[in-house]
């Protein structure tokens, strides 16, 4: 394999020997571009979007993608018959001792591969057309800004020998223009009114440079105001500005013209008609609509709150909830916000696979308003697989079968049962889990005393209702869990999401309690070493058959009682005690009623927008109302409720996550999180809810609950706290191809902040000092991004370790001491 690598490393050397190997002998290829702005280079990412050509893209200096192309060749065969008669020899061979079939894959395979050589990053080729063009964006650019007088000059140096060359593109910007005098002039006095009556502050404004952006937005503001007040066909065509270009100064006035009548074409001429504000006369929705019954004769007909609901067969859905997502009602003023509202909201619905909302225009003053709503199959059968991994598992896969029954109740609700199964390994194990659940969303608020009304059905309010249960093989000591939760959620605007979670409850029954030493075999070792000081018997050891569970946990509760051992050895009893603590908390089943609050904010405006902010806050609380309505203590001192262990705490958890584009192959990012949990009425944290540090999505630089608490290093199969903070930065860029690069730096640490007499004051937070228990990791990776799906490879060197004693800075800072991690998509 080392050869092999070797081998491919010494041809991508050669190749690079020679990048200009495609390139013809009076071509050049492009080096690189400079941009001068009044003869100071200008390396603004702004003005780079203007030039069409651009150099191959490089990875730490070095065209791969070139060096790779260069390793095909244009010239060999492309067939296999070419191929064939061109290596007449290997052909013959392959066909004579295997088939015609044979020989012809094994041609291929060749072709195939100088194919995939060829497909990689070609040089490019200085163009004169393109650099024209170019110096036209440019100084079309500059005009927008103001700088009427802008010149562009280009200069291609071809000097380099080795045919390359580099364009130099020469601006000279001149004084930029600023805007004087500013006068609005409406035509029409019904479209005067509205924008008087509006109060709309222009953003032209004396003084102000002169750019074209500006006039663009003052245009939108004008076109959304008026089409928001009734006047349904206006647009940027009835616009006009009118700048004054014969001045000298450097100033010019703008009149901006808003004309009062719209151009209309009847009996094959052009006639004026003015605005006059429109309003809905007429709503129709077509329930079942194909453009396959286009034309037929409807079956069915409801009315409600004076919109009809029509279908080509019996309308399905109740008229008074489709109604609620219908903004534009019957004698109201057409708006475009409530139009827009309308289409997504029903869209939200899950039910329909196409949307049309259209207008007819009954007279100057009213509209019809058709909605064509074209319905998703009742039912629907769903079968995902996919390959998962997270910080607690290794690579696995997963399998969920679901079946989805929509307008359940005939008010667009969505009905879903799901069958789902995982195996994957975790811990050097293999794991399985296998589940069920049930759950119903309801596109509104359900809620009793008229809480439904709080949230305006603008904001999209759901409803989901869930319950189910899974069960888990080899995830510590095996589990139970059973699911019982309402969900309430809505939209308060475009970037902000609010979640509430009113009634989130959780059971998990641990399945197998005697298998605890033999998962937590660490904490098995430590309790010898207790065993022997106490018996005083060095050679002591608990037997190693079925009775070993159940003598272990007896002698843990024989010590923890000891006062004699107590005084004589301290250090074993408190061991000892911390032990016994864990292995209460750990095997112990809880009962877990959540309720909590989340918040989000996220202006990433599509999937492909790489410059966002993204900030969320959860606030639960766990136990409070049922801790109230039981006085019940079981044997540990804990409050119980039907007899289970009850989860009483206070959890906050804050992320924000902030995106740089660097350029438009690179992307910049940071991520940070902070949480905090705080127990009340002597609860224990749930295992399951407490925090962890490390792993593939979190600091990279140690294996998922190997860091931690504070600056112990206990040896423990898991560690956790209930302080948690987390921080990442990430540069993201591309390689070449599907071929994805990044660089990264991970920080924080979990904390103790129970003030439990058994946690090492090691392990506690202790204020600002605990920074200095901070970990860091730093690395690298790659991804191959298939769009769909990213697989990551990251290795993460440990940089800061704050339980080293001495010099923490560096001192594993190796591959050997390096954690590998495989990932599916992006940590953050």
Known sequence: MKKLTLFFLLMILFASCNSTKHVAEDM???KQNYIFVDSVQNKNSELQKYVLQKPNSRFLGIPFGLYLHNLGSHSKPKTAKEWGDKNIHSYRFIKTFFSEKQSIAYANTFIGINNWFLDNDEPVIVNQRKIKKTADNLLAYYKTQ????????TVIDKKDAAKKATVAYHIKSGKPTFLDTISISIASPVLDSIYKNSATVSLLKNGDQYKNQTFIDEAKQVIKLYRNNGIYHFAENYLGFYVDSTRNDYKTNVDFIISGERILEEN???????????KIKEVSVITDYSFAKKGEKYQDTLSYEGIRFIGYDKVKYNPKYLSQSIFLKPYEVYKDTLRNLTRNHLKSLNNFKSTSIQFEELNDEELKMSILLSPIEKYTLGFETELTHSNIRDVGTSAKFSITDRNVFRGAELLKVSFLGSWFNANNRPDWEIGTDASIEIPRFVAPFGLSRMVPKEMSPRTLFSVGTSIQKNIGLDRQIF???????????????????????????????????????????????????????PSFDFPNDETRAQKTLSLMKEVSGSSDFRASNPTEFNNNLDLLNRYNIITSDFLIPTIAYSFTYNNQSNFKDNQFSFFKIRIANSGNILGLLSDKLNANGKK?????????????????????????????????FLGAIITYDNSDIPFTKSYFAGGSNDIRAWQTYDLGPGRRNTGLEYNVGSLKFLTSLEFRFDIVGKLKGAVFADAGNIWDISNSSFVDLDAKFDGFSSINDFAVGTGFGTRLDFNFLILRFDVGFKTHEPYLDGNKWFQNYNFPSAVYNIGINYPF
């Open 268 to 278: 094959g001429a052009y006639i004026n008609k003015p605005f006059k504000v429109q």
């Open 146 to 153: 103001g700088y009427f007088e802008a010149t562009v000059n």
């Open 640 to 672: 119980t409720f039907l007899k289970i262990p009850l989860a009483q705490y206070f959890k906050t958890d804050l992320e924000y996550k902030k995106f740089w584009s660097v350029s438009p192959t690179s992307v910049l990012g940071i991520r940070s």
């Open 28 to 30: 050049h290829m492009l």
């Open 483 to 537: 699911t019982l939760f309402t969900d309430y959620k809505w939209q308060y605007n475009a970037t902000k999401t609010i979640q509430l979670e009113v009634f989130n409850t959780q059971y998990v029954q641990n399945q197998n309690v005697d298998k605890y030493f033999n998962v937590y075999s660490s904490e098995f070792t430590n309790l010898t070493t207790v065993a022997r000081a106490y018996k005083g018997d």
